[in-house]
């Protein structure tokens, strides 16, 4: 028989930002605001916060909760059965760690084939990367264990709520180290000191289970029987088969991608969106944003999003990152790729995000005509771009970089600014550089931005290229109700790179979705 509900009472209350941080300041706030006692003021909790910075007056709007405070989330102790059915999992990203720890919830064994390294290992060809601009191509921030999201901002924050219980993903953060506090605030990220040893726990709850890692195993075909895909095979010819195969590779795996395209199988171009990583010091953006408070100490570092359209083309910012770093992000040789991240604390001096312009298909007609035909005309795009920029940059990482005000102006800049780049940057005409519509766009979106917060276009503000990875420019099919490829049985095209999720909460809730479907197949 089910239990009686605990009632919990909520309520909803404007807090400063000191009254939040200090906990005798908010006592006092929620026995004044709220009516409550001493002893029930004391036992109040903050279960959901919003900082609202809209007005002069900054105020976190809160949702406050009395009663006894809910357990917080452990890792399941799961021990899944001998004959367990085995699927196999192809890369260690939020979609396929996600789908991993859902396969064990439902009895199956995960078989994670990864190309990159443990997180512990993968640390050291990060920081290569930065000191010796050496791209290992199985080992770098985007490819390893935890994937894209683990050197990352560890934002949290998703549109698609839709799409699955964003909750339980947050719980399952939580349960492997991250800060309680990601489930009550609107906003939350985790930050990139936290994340490897969150994935590590993941691991850990994998392998304890039963679930298995093969890392260094870069997939480059598939294995099919009787017209069902049943596995993948390897750059050592090795075969790694189980029930069904999900396909979580993120959007910088090309190489399969091509795969795809040698066995003429089903791919579609995907819109996308390039652009540029603005930098601005933080302290300026805590200006504009906490009008004129530059600094508190109960306000954490500011953030923005911000939006515009110009002509056909949205322009917006990205994976802003407070307090944070630029990194050298490509995946390959003879590539130019910049993204960004921060730690927890959001302490770094600058402020940086990625300003990108939507591009589609109709974008390339007039620059290649017939080139739009191709499954992968707009990777063919993203590719080219970066390529232009390593050639801009010496023919290495350094990042081709350009004052906004210089960018505007059209002419290259004599000085550039400090930045936190992790590499090296180099003076460039970005206005040239990018593809013509790309930088209009770019230079009306900055115009615009500037109008929304003022100051935003300043001496101070450097652009870094190339931001080019911000979704992927190809989709993987899948049908909509099994989420299976149309021509391809058992294959389930997972997360971000098979085009259908955006972010690490997104891709998480992608990964449970699909092997929910596969444990439905028999
Ligand atoms: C620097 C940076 C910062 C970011 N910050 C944020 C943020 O703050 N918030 C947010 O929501 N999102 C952020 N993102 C985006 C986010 O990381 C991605 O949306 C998310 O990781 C996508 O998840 P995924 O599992 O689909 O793919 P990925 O994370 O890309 O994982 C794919 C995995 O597949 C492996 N793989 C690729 N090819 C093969 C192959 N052939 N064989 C075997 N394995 C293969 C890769 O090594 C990788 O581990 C950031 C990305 C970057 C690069």
């Not at 404007?14 to 006592?27: C, I, K």
């Not at 604390?345 to 990108?356: M, Q, V």
């Not at 992968?376 to 350094?398: C, I, K, P, T, Y």
């Not at 115009?447 to 290229?465: C, I, N, Q």
Request: aromatic share 6%; net charge neutral.
């Amino acid at each position: 028989m089910a239990l009686p509900q605990k009632m919990i009472e909520t309520r909803q209350i404007d807090l400063t930002p000191e009254e939040y941080h200090v906990p005798e300041a908010r006592r006092r706030a929620l026995m004044r605001e709220l009516g409550l006692g001493e002893a029930e003021a004391g036992k109040a909790r903050v279960v959901r916060r919003t900082l609202d910075c809209r007005r002069r007056n900054v105020v976190y709007h809160c949702t406050i909760a009395v009663g006894d405070a809910e357990p917080l989330p452990v890792s399941p102790a799961l021990t899944l059965p001998p004959d367990a059915r085995p699927v196999v999992v192809v890369g260690a990203g939020p979609a396929g760690l996600f789908a991993a720890l859902r396969a064990l919830e439902l009895g199956l064994r995960p078989v994670i084939v990864e190309r990159g390294k443990p997180v512990e290992e993968r640390k050291y060809d990060v920081a290569r990367l930065g000191r010796e601009q050496v791209v290992d191509p199985d080992s770098n921030w985007c490819f390893g264990e935890g994937g894209a999201g683990t050197y990352s901002d560890g934002k949290l924050y998703t549109r698609s709520t839709k799409r699955g219980d964003v909750g339980a993903v947050l719980r399952t953060f939580v349960a492997h180290g991250a800060d309680p506090d990601i489930m009550l605030d609107a906003h939350a990220h985790i930050g990139t000191d936290r994340l490897s040893g969150i994935i590590a726990r993941m691991r850990h709850t994998i392998e304890q289970a039963g679930g298995e890692y093969r890392f260094g195993c870069r997939v480059e075909d598939l294995v099919l029987r009787d017209g069902r895909v049943v596995g993948v095979v390897d750059q050592h010819g090795r075969r790694h088969e189980g029930a069904a195969v999900v396909l979580a590779t993120g959007h910088s795996a090309r190489d399969v991608y091509h795969m795809f395209l040698r066995h003429g199988w089903l791919l579609e171009a995907k819109p996308f969106a390039l652009g540029v990583r603005v930098e601005h010091p933080q302290q300026l953006i805590n200006e504009i944003q906490y009008h004129g408070q530059g600094y508190s100490p109960y306000l954490p570092p500011a953030a923005y999003s911000l939006t515009t359209q110009v002509g056909t083309h949205g322009v917006f910012s990205f994976c802003m990152c407070p307090g944070g770093v630029i990194v050298p992000a490509a995946t390959g040789p003879g590539q130019q790729v910049v993204n960004g991240m921060s730690n927890s604390h959001r302490n770094s001096p600058w402020a940086n995000s990625g300003i990108a312009v939507t591009v589609g298909l109709d974008d390339l007609a007039p620059l290649a005509p017939g080139a739009e035909r191709s499954p992968l005309a707009l990777l063919d795009f993203q590719m080219a771009v970066e390529q232009r920029m390593f050639h801009a940059g010496g023919d290495s990482v350094n990042a081709p970089s350009q004052r906004l005000v210089d960018f505007l102006r059209r002419r290259p800049s004599s000085t550039l600014p400090r930045t936190g780049y992790l590499g090296h940057t180099v003076g460039a005409p970005l206005h040239e550089l990018l593809p013509p519509f790309v930088a209009e766009a770019l230079a009306q979106g900055f115009r615009d931005f500037d109008r929304k917060m003022r100051g935003f276009v300043t001496e101070e503000a450097t652009l870094l290229a190339v931001e080019s990875r911000t979704s992927s420019p190809v989709r993987i099919p899948r049908d909509r109700e099994t989420l299976q490829h149309p021509q391809l049985p058992g294959l389930y095209p997972c997360g971000e790179g098979a085009g259908y999720a955006g972010g690490i909460v997104s891709s998480a809730l992608d990964g449970i979705r699909c092997i929910e479907a596969l444990s439905l197949q028999r």
